[in-house]
């Protein structure tokens, strides 16, 4: 396949805006071509496929979602075609409709935030009915009992151990901690306010638990960093938990990574951390009435630490279904709004907890939350440590990046949007003052570069040879840049064409990414696992009938 | 000495015990260890009362090729103007996941057993939501248990041992501290391993709910649902005081007057104790995979049960694409029943209308629902004759095993069959 006379936009090989031809032969992106299909794409702009570093797109929470908002559901029907399936869309779409509104908008890699260990094998089941994009899962440790244990003694051998053995039993991709330590006390009712709070029974605090798996992270030499959803999400004034877990990495553990070298990141030694949907942790003030931006100190932060990245969690005004494994957070919400609330908590492991949410431009809190995510992005120096996320469902559905996308690219949009929120917002974040536009190269990185590199996929979000031929194609129009991202001109996936004038053309499967690192489960977890679990080890791990597809990643 | 297999999961109920040990001799379970009674009997009776493929012809059922079977349930389906695919709890996910993909296919109606059991609970819970754990969590913290409008030591014989009455758990250890209730309208086999049995008024749950959560609101309430104020008053205080408390309950909350209200009073009682201490709440689930039908038909559909595809798109509405009530009306004209029975259990009109229609049956044993069938297509047993993931009540995921050969392909196979004739012509 040859695509023609494109404006291609690469920002890891460098190339920003040159016309050029991409061949592409058997899935991968190749040095010359031979005929085949040719795509005309003169006038068109040529990236590479998009990557979601953090959606939450399967597994129990998910589908407890879609199955408590049938209301939803009946706003957003989605017919069968001769190509495609059934399915319902709006706030937390069915799999296939997921599949389907990611390639539309030319996303060719999706990463399923949180599935809860014991819950692996219905996540990849829900995996494997997601057709059109690649995808990998997170895996939640953060209340894990045995990290926990590992922690509160200090051993991290045995740790590490743990981990290696159960990101392979559970076919997962990455650490996933969502308000470490906290989601354990709330099976007894309660949470963790800071860091150093202990967690009961366990006597560790939050603290030891992200500083342990940042260290046992990068002694496995996972692809991914540690993906931390702080403690306190949610809570105004909860800025400081941020910094101040942003702080806890690379310091006072001693050995390479203490400081803020570059250089020692890139070689693959120094403690990385990823905060996630960073706008719902980046709150000034001290209450709901006072509630105000800090996203200038954490910009600060992370513009000087440079080993940790972060997505936005940007809040669009909509409907918004929030889930997240932060089960005292939810109940938090629940009573905030008296909507509806499931609760989900795993034994041995973790929790859940789902309640919908609508954002609105008059709450001055929904203006705020909306200002911060923008703010962060247009404030963090280095597009390479920042990804363009909703947190989906939480923020906003996915497929209304391409209003984000217009946001970053153009203040006359954000001014547009600025002009209907709450007008006691404005002079509480700094994002009316703020002229920077993102450029289409920027925009690429945040969308596509950025995160296939956070995320350690070498063949993923760029077109040099060798890449893995996930190619979106778009008409471009400066005066409609969320139309432009909404539906794409072509999307090539793993060399095939899947959509075309943004229509789904083929249904394609993609593959699920896993790592294999070291660590085996050692006789006495064996013995607790079988005293406290419900079901027999056994059983426990993913078997391999669940990857019908795979690709294993290599670690570091 | 036969081949051993040890950790088995059970297909019978959603307790989906998975330490079955099942000794193989000649292609025959000769002994199981650690099953109940129940889960033993569908190990050791495994190749009784089995299924033949057949077609009605001249009003007899006559023995044919599965080939033939197969074909001819395509027939009837692609003949067919707004059939119904029943059942899917008793089988794997695959195959549920193959059921629905038909449905669509043919435009149909998809409903499972949950339309006639636990249906109310997830209309309930679209309504309010919930707060629910899995087995485990009751096993290493509840120190309440109450039993309400079920009878576990009958209908799921090992619940009590492996999750919530008798188990070493991290910080509650046996029965001793344990608090068990059992709330029902007369004492069953559960009532005796309870430590306090309350006696409601047939037909009164929703009464006895919402005079506890009066009660934990701190208001004062009267005798109510038969129940004397001391003992509503006392049960309110244990729940309000529990570390971690759970409420389990069955039919008898499900399917009595009040239907869904019932349950809706109930989360929202479980809801308001979340304000003092940890309280959850869990369905007991009969057939071992009805809650993954639940989970497969949400994933692909968005919705749990009672889906229509008329449109091109999934539609949901129990009571109009629910099985009883779309037989009991007399509206669609075909139907595939699959890992159900539910001549067994429908009322007699909507069976009625079940004979009356061409209706396909996939079962790997004879069943009513079988005799009164238009074509009959044995298929293997899930879980013992073949693999596949099922979910448990508490919704964790477990690989069900194959322990012996089956002489007929199984349900996965059938469907794919059924689908690739229909797509074919």
Redesign the interface.
């Given at each position: 396949m040859l695509i023609k006379n494109g404006l291609v936009y690469d920002p890891l090989n460098g190339i920003e805006g040159e016309k050029m031809d991409i061949f592409v032969k058997d899935g991968k992106i190749v040095e010359s071509g031979d005929g085949g299909e040719t795509i005309d794409a003169s006038g068109f702009v040529v990236l590479p496929g998009g990557v979601d570093i953090h959606s939450h797109v399967?597994g129990?929470k998910v589908?407890l979602g879609?199955?408590?908002?049938?209301e939803d559901?009946r706003k957003d029907?989605?017919?069968?075609t001769e190509i495609t399936?059934?399915?319902?869309g709006y706030t937390?779409p069915?799999?296939?409709i997921t599949g389907y509104r990611y390639a539309l908008m030319g996303y060719t890699t999706v990463m399923e935030a949180a599935v809860p260990p014991?819950?692996a094998?219905?996540a990849h089941?829900?995996l494997n009915?997601i057709p059109m994009v690649d995808k990998g899962a997170f895996i939640l440790m953060g209340s894990n009992h045995f990290v926990m244990k590992y922690v509160a003694e200090g051993d991290l051998e045995k740790l590490k151990n743990f981990v290696g053995w159960l990101l392979k039993a559970t076919k997962g991709y990455a650490i996933k901690l969502v308000n470490p330590g906290g989601v354990e006390n709330w099976?007894?009712?309660r949470n963790v306010n800071s860091l150093d709070d202990k967690v009961e029974?366990y006597g560790v605090t939050p603290r030891e638990i992200v500083r342990s798996l940042a260290k046992v992270n990068e002694e496995l030499g996972l692809p991914h960093s540690i993906h931390v959803h702080c403690n306190n999400l949610g809570s105004p004034g909860n800025s400081s938990t941020l910094i101040e877990t942003v702080g806890s990495i690379g310091a006072e553990m001693g050995g390479p990574g203490s400081g803020e070298s570059t250089n020692e990141t890139l070689k693959g030694t120094a403690e990385r951390i990823h905060i996630t949907h960073i706008q719902f942790n980046s709150y000034g003030g001290e209450d709901w009435a006072t509630i105000s931006s800090a996203a200038e100190e954490v910009a600060k932060t992370l513009n000087k630490k440079k080993n940790a990245t972060c997505d936005l969690g940007q809040v669009i005004f909509d409907d918004a279904t929030t889930m997240t494994a932060d089960g005292p957070w939810q109940?938090k919400l629940?009573k905030l709004t008296g909507n509806?609330?499931?609760?989900?908590?795993?034994?041995?492991e973790v929790?859940a907890g789902?309640?919908p949410y609508t954002f609105k431009p008059k709450s001055l809190v929904n203006a705020v939350q909306w200002m911060i995510g923008l703010e962060v992005a247009l404030l963090v120096e280095d597009p390479w440590r920042v990804v363009l996320t909703t947190d989906h469902p939480n923020g906003g559905p996915f497929y209304h990046y391409p209003k984000v996308i217009a946001w970053l690219m153009s203040k006359k949009a954000r001014e547009e949007t600025l002009g209907k929120i709450h007008k006691s917002a404005l002079s509480r974040s700094t994002l009316p003052s703020i002229e920077r536009e993102y450029s289409l190269y920027e925009m690429a990185i945040v969308t596509r570069a950025g995160p296939a590199k956070l995320l350690g996929l070498k063949n993923k979000g760029h077109l040099g040879v060798g890449a893995d031929a996930d190619i979106a194609i778009y008409e471009f129009k400066e005066n409609d840049i969320e139309g432009s991202f909404s539906r794409a001109k072509y999307v090539i996936k793993d060399g095939e064409v899947v959509v075309k004038d943004g229509r789904i053309v083929k249904e394609h499967w993609g593959r699920t990414f896993l790592v294999n690192p070291k660590g085996e489960l050692m006789d006495e977890m064996k013995e607790e696992f079988s005293?406290?679990?419900?079901?027999?080890l056994?059983?426990y791990p993913v078997?391999p009938?669940y990857l019908p597809r795979c690709e294993v990643v290599p670690c570091r | 000495m036969g081949e051993v297999y040890?950790?088995v999961?059970c297909p019978f109920c959603g307790c989906l015990c998975?330490?079955l040990e099942v000794v193989v001799e000649n292609g025959k379970v000769v002994s199981t260890k650690n099953a109940c009674p129940i889960s033993k009997t569908k190990f050791l009776d495994h190749s009784k009362d089995r299924a033949k493929p057949q077609v009605r012809k001249d009003g007899k059922l006559i023995e044919v090729s599965m080939e033939e079977a197969i074909n001819k349930a395509a027939q009837i389906l692609k003949e067919s103007e707004f059939p119904l695919i029943y059942g899917l709890s008793s089988t794997e996910?695959d195959a549920q996941?193959l059921a629905v993909?038909l449905a669509?296919f043919i435009g149909g109606s998809i409903d499972s057993t949950a339309s006639t059991c636990h249906g109310p609970t997830?209309v309930a819970?679209?309504?309010?939501?919930?707060?629910?754990?899995?087995?485990?969590?009751v096993?290493?913290?509840a120190d309440l248990v109450i039993f309400w409008g079920c009878n576990p030591a009958e209908a799921h014989i090992r619940h009590s041992v492996?999750?919530s009455v008798t188990p070493?758990?991290?910080?509650v250890r046996g029965k001793k501290e344990r608090f068990i209730v059992h709330v029902d309208v007369r004492e069953t086999r559960t009532s005796r391993m309870a430590d306090m049995f309350v006696k409601v008024e047939p037909g009164k749950d929703y009464e006895l709910l919402s005079a506890l959560r009066a009660v934990i609101k701190g208001y004062e309430v009267g005798d109510v649902a038969g129940v004397p104020a001391e003992m509503i008053k006392q049960l309110a205080e244990r729940m309000k005081g529990c570390?971690?408390g759970i409420i389990f309950f069955g039919m008898g909350l499900t399917m009595s007057s009040g239907k869904h209200m019932n349950i809706d009073a109930a989360l929202r009682l479980v809801?308001d104790l979340?304000d003092h201490?940890?309280f959850?709440i869990t369905p007991m689930r009969g057939h071992f995979n009805v809650a993954g039908a639940?989970?497969v038909l949400?994933?692909?559909?968005?919705?749990?049960f009672a889906v229509n595809?008329s449109?091109?798109?999934?539609?949901?509405n129990p009571g109009e694409f629910s099985a009883v009530d779309l037989l009991f009306r007399g509206e669609c004209d075909a139907a595939l029943i699959l890992a159900s029975d539910p001549v067994a259990h429908f009322p007699i009109g909507a069976s009625q209308h079940l004979a009356k229609i061409p209706t396909v049956v996939i079962d790997p044993k004879v069943s009513l629902t079988s005799l009164i069938a238009e074509v009959v297509i044995p298929c293997a047993i899930a879980g013992i004759e073949s693999?596949g993931?099922a979910?448990r009540m508490d919704?964790?995921?477990?690989?069900l095993r194959k322990v012996v050969d089956s002489p007929y392909p199984t349900d996965r196979e059938i469907l794919e069959g059924i689908l690739r004739r229909m797509k074919g012509c």
């Open positions: 399967v129990s589908n879609r199955l408590m908002r049938p559901h029907p989605v017919p069968k399936r059934s399915g319902v937390v069915t799999t296939y014991l819950g094998r219905h089941e829900e009915d099976k007894w009712g029974n109940h629940y509806k609330w499931y609760n989900s908590d795993v034994e041995m929790g789902i309640v005293k406290y679990y419900t079901v027999s056994d059983n078997q009938e | 040890k950790n999961v998975d330490d996910s996941r993909e669509e997830i819970a679209q309504g309010c939501g919930a707060v629910k754990c899995t087995l485990g969590e096993k290493n913290r492996r999750y070493q758990g991290m910080y570390r971690f809801r979340n201490t940890k959850t639940g989970e949400t994933w692909i559909t968005g919705y749990p595809f449109r091109g798109y999934p539609n949901y693999e993931t979910y919704g964790v995921p477990l690989r």
